[in-house]
Protein backbone atom coordinates (compact mmCIF):
# COMPACT_ATOMS: atom_id res chain seq x y z
CA UNK A 1 0.00 0.00 0.00
CA UNK A 2 1.44 3.36 -1.45
CA UNK A 3 5.29 2.12 -2.05
CA UNK A 4 7.68 3.56 -3.82
CA UNK A 5 6.02 2.25 -7.37
CA UNK A 6 2.49 3.20 -6.86
CA UNK A 7 0.71 6.43 -5.75
CA UNK A 8 -1.04 4.36 -2.75
CA UNK A 9 -4.52 5.18 -1.65
CA UNK A 10 -4.38 8.30 -2.87
CA UNK A 11 -5.26 7.17 -6.03
CA UNK A 12 -8.92 6.97 -5.34
CA UNK A 13 -9.38 10.47 -4.57
CA UNK A 14 -10.29 13.29 -7.05
CA UNK A 15 -7.61 16.16 -7.99
CA UNK A 16 -7.72 19.37 -6.74
CA UNK A 17 -6.41 20.50 -10.29
CA UNK A 18 -10.12 19.24 -11.44
CA UNK A 19 -11.80 21.49 -9.17
CA UNK A 20 -10.30 25.01 -9.67
CA UNK A 21 -12.98 26.18 -11.84
CA UNK A 22 -15.20 25.47 -8.79
CA UNK A 23 -12.65 26.85 -6.10
CA UNK A 24 -13.28 29.81 -4.05
CA UNK A 25 -9.65 32.18 -3.04
CA UNK A 26 -9.93 33.87 0.17
CA UNK A 27 -7.13 36.24 -1.05
CA UNK A 28 -8.75 36.83 -4.07
CA UNK A 29 -11.82 37.63 -2.01
CA UNK A 30 -9.82 39.66 0.15
CA UNK A 31 -7.93 41.32 -2.45
CA UNK A 32 -10.90 42.24 -4.69
CA UNK A 33 -12.93 44.34 -1.27
CA UNK A 34 -9.44 46.16 -0.73
CA UNK A 35 -9.54 47.64 -3.88
CA UNK A 36 -13.46 48.94 -4.25
CA UNK A 37 -12.97 52.38 -2.91
CA UNK A 38 -16.79 52.77 -2.17
CA UNK A 39 -17.15 49.65 -0.55
CA UNK A 40 -17.99 51.64 2.67
CA UNK A 41 -20.96 53.09 0.97
CA UNK A 42 -22.97 49.81 -0.30
CA UNK A 43 -25.13 47.77 1.55
CA UNK A 44 -23.78 44.96 0.07
CA UNK A 45 -21.44 43.89 -2.27
CA UNK A 46 -21.34 40.29 -4.47
CA UNK A 47 -18.06 38.73 -5.39
CA UNK A 48 -17.69 36.30 -7.96
CA UNK A 49 -15.11 34.00 -7.52
CA UNK A 50 -14.28 30.48 -9.31
CA UNK A 51 -17.53 30.32 -10.56
CA UNK A 52 -19.85 30.94 -7.19
CA UNK A 53 -20.87 34.43 -5.70
CA UNK A 54 -19.79 35.40 -2.32
CA UNK A 55 -21.80 38.08 -0.66
CA UNK A 56 -20.53 40.69 1.53
CA UNK A 57 -21.58 43.15 4.12
CA UNK A 58 -20.04 46.44 4.42
CA UNK A 59 -20.90 47.49 7.62
CA UNK A 60 -21.37 44.13 9.23
CA UNK A 61 -18.29 42.88 7.99
CA UNK A 62 -20.37 39.67 7.32
CA UNK A 63 -20.24 37.65 4.41
CA UNK A 64 -22.81 34.89 2.68
CA UNK A 65 -22.09 32.06 0.07
CA UNK A 66 -24.25 30.79 -2.55
CA UNK A 67 -25.50 27.80 -2.24
CA UNK A 68 -28.45 25.40 -3.80
CA UNK A 69 -29.73 29.09 -5.04
CA UNK A 70 -30.03 30.57 -1.91
CA UNK A 71 -27.16 32.56 0.50
CA UNK A 72 -26.14 30.42 3.79
CA UNK A 73 -23.72 32.60 6.24
CA UNK A 74 -20.06 32.28 5.39
CA UNK A 75 -17.48 32.38 8.54
CA UNK A 76 -14.16 34.10 8.06
CA UNK A 77 -11.31 35.09 9.85
CA UNK A 78 -9.06 38.28 9.64
CA UNK A 79 -5.15 37.76 10.40
CA UNK A 80 -2.92 40.72 10.40
CA UNK A 81 0.23 40.12 7.92
CA UNK A 82 3.58 40.73 9.55
CA UNK A 83 3.59 44.72 8.91
CA UNK A 84 0.49 44.79 11.78
CA UNK A 85 -1.74 46.56 9.25
CA UNK A 86 -2.52 44.77 6.02
CA UNK A 87 -4.69 41.96 6.48
CA UNK A 88 -5.31 38.60 4.88
CA UNK A 89 -8.77 36.39 5.01
CA UNK A 90 -9.25 32.92 5.58
CA UNK A 91 -12.91 30.60 5.02
CA UNK A 92 -13.54 28.35 7.69
CA UNK A 93 -15.12 25.38 6.27
CA UNK A 94 -18.72 25.01 6.99
CA UNK A 95 -17.53 20.77 7.87
CA UNK A 96 -14.90 20.91 10.03
CA UNK A 97 -14.44 24.47 10.88
CA UNK A 98 -10.92 24.42 9.77
CA UNK A 99 -9.29 27.62 8.64
CA UNK A 100 -8.60 27.60 5.07
CA UNK A 101 -7.71 29.29 1.90
CA UNK A 102 -9.83 27.36 -0.18
CA UNK A 103 -13.61 26.41 -0.42
CA UNK A 104 -14.25 23.59 -3.23
CA UNK A 105 -17.85 23.19 -4.31
CA UNK A 106 -19.34 19.86 -4.21
CA UNK A 107 -21.43 19.34 -7.56
CA UNK A 108 -23.37 16.48 -6.30
CA UNK A 109 -24.56 18.30 -3.33
CA UNK A 110 -24.28 21.45 -3.88
CA UNK A 111 -22.27 22.60 -1.24
CA UNK A 112 -18.60 24.16 -0.17
CA UNK A 113 -15.90 22.48 1.85
CA UNK A 114 -11.97 22.80 2.39
CA UNK A 115 -10.18 19.98 0.26
CA UNK A 116 -10.39 17.28 3.51
CA UNK A 117 -13.66 17.29 3.71
CA UNK A 118 -14.21 17.20 -0.06
CA UNK A 119 -11.90 14.46 -0.70
CA UNK A 120 -9.60 16.11 -2.72
CA UNK A 121 -5.97 15.40 -3.47
CA UNK A 122 -3.29 17.09 -5.53
CA UNK A 123 -2.00 15.79 -8.92
CA UNK A 124 1.82 15.14 -6.71
CA UNK A 125 0.47 13.24 -4.22
CA UNK A 126 -1.54 10.26 -6.81
CA UNK A 127 1.44 9.61 -9.10
CA UNK A 128 4.36 7.32 -7.93
CA UNK A 129 7.79 7.80 -6.21
CA UNK A 130 9.49 7.30 -9.23
CA UNK A 131 6.78 9.62 -11.45
CA UNK A 132 7.36 11.93 -8.62
CA UNK A 133 10.91 12.30 -9.29
CA UNK A 134 10.62 12.78 -12.77
CA UNK A 135 8.65 15.63 -12.12
CA UNK A 136 11.29 17.33 -10.34
CA UNK A 137 14.45 16.76 -12.33
CA UNK A 138 11.91 18.61 -15.19
CA UNK A 139 11.02 21.26 -12.90
CA UNK A 140 14.61 21.98 -12.28
CA UNK A 141 15.92 21.53 -15.69
CA UNK A 142 13.18 23.57 -17.74
CA UNK A 143 11.39 26.13 -15.06
CA UNK A 144 14.54 26.43 -12.93
CA UNK A 145 17.40 26.62 -15.59
CA UNK A 146 15.35 27.46 -18.68
CA UNK A 147 16.31 24.30 -20.76
CA UNK A 148 13.68 23.05 -22.67
CA UNK A 149 15.23 21.51 -25.59
CA UNK A 150 16.31 18.56 -23.68
CA UNK A 151 13.87 16.26 -25.37
CA UNK A 152 15.91 16.53 -28.51
CA UNK A 153 19.30 14.97 -26.58
CA UNK A 154 17.63 12.07 -25.02
CA UNK A 155 15.01 10.26 -24.25
CA UNK A 156 15.12 10.20 -19.97
CA UNK A 157 15.68 13.17 -17.90
CA UNK A 158 17.50 10.78 -15.49
CA UNK A 159 19.96 10.20 -18.69
CA UNK A 160 20.34 14.15 -19.32
CA UNK A 161 23.70 15.65 -18.85
CA UNK A 162 24.22 18.80 -16.61
CA UNK A 163 22.37 21.74 -19.07
CA UNK A 164 24.81 24.36 -19.41
CA UNK A 165 24.65 27.56 -16.65
CA UNK A 166 21.55 30.19 -17.69
CA UNK A 167 23.90 33.47 -18.35
CA UNK A 168 21.18 35.57 -15.48
CA UNK A 169 22.06 33.02 -12.91
CA UNK A 170 24.24 33.17 -10.35
CA UNK A 171 27.34 30.09 -10.02
CA UNK A 172 26.19 29.71 -5.99
CA UNK A 173 22.56 28.90 -7.04
CA UNK A 174 23.46 27.17 -10.52
CA UNK A 175 25.40 24.66 -8.28
CA UNK A 176 23.23 24.58 -5.89
CA UNK A 177 20.57 23.02 -8.81
CA UNK A 178 23.37 20.66 -10.07
CA UNK A 179 23.98 18.99 -7.18
CA UNK A 180 19.88 18.56 -6.29
CA UNK A 181 19.96 17.22 -10.11
CA UNK A 182 22.89 14.59 -9.77
CA UNK A 183 21.41 13.55 -6.46
CA UNK A 184 17.81 13.16 -8.17
CA UNK A 185 18.88 11.15 -11.07
CA UNK A 186 20.79 9.06 -9.21
CA UNK A 187 18.13 8.03 -6.77
CA UNK A 188 16.07 7.67 -9.84
CA UNK A 189 18.27 4.93 -11.13
CA UNK A 190 18.59 2.99 -8.02
CA UNK A 191 14.55 3.17 -7.95
CA UNK A 192 14.19 1.77 -11.29
CA UNK A 193 16.72 -1.47 -10.62
CA UNK A 194 14.96 -1.54 -7.41
CA UNK A 195 11.39 -2.11 -9.67
CA UNK A 196 12.94 -3.95 -12.01
CA UNK A 197 14.90 -7.02 -9.89
CA UNK A 198 11.39 -6.89 -7.25
CA UNK A 199 9.66 -7.58 -10.52
CA UNK A 200 12.14 -10.35 -11.87
CA UNK A 201 11.95 -11.71 -8.22
CA UNK A 202 7.84 -12.16 -8.34
CA UNK A 203 7.64 -13.43 -11.72
CA UNK A 204 10.84 -15.56 -11.30
CA UNK A 205 12.66 -14.25 -14.27
Same mark, same amino acid.
Given at each position: ???????????????????????????????????? $?????? !? %?????? #???? &??? +??????????????????????????????????????????????????????????????????????????????? $?????? !? %?????? #???? &??? +??????????????????????????????????????????????????
Amino acid at each position: MGGFGSGGHNKKHEQVEERTSVRVDSFAVYNFLQYD $KYIHYK !E %KVDIRS #GGTV &IRY +YPQSREMEILENRAFYPLEVSRVKNIDGVSQRLYFYCPCCERRVRYLYRDSRKGTYQCRLCSGLNYRSQQVSGQEQLRM $KMENIV !E %KKMGYY #GWHY &ICD +YIADLSIPPKPAYMRYEKYEKLVSELKKMQRDYRTACIKTFTGFCSKYGF
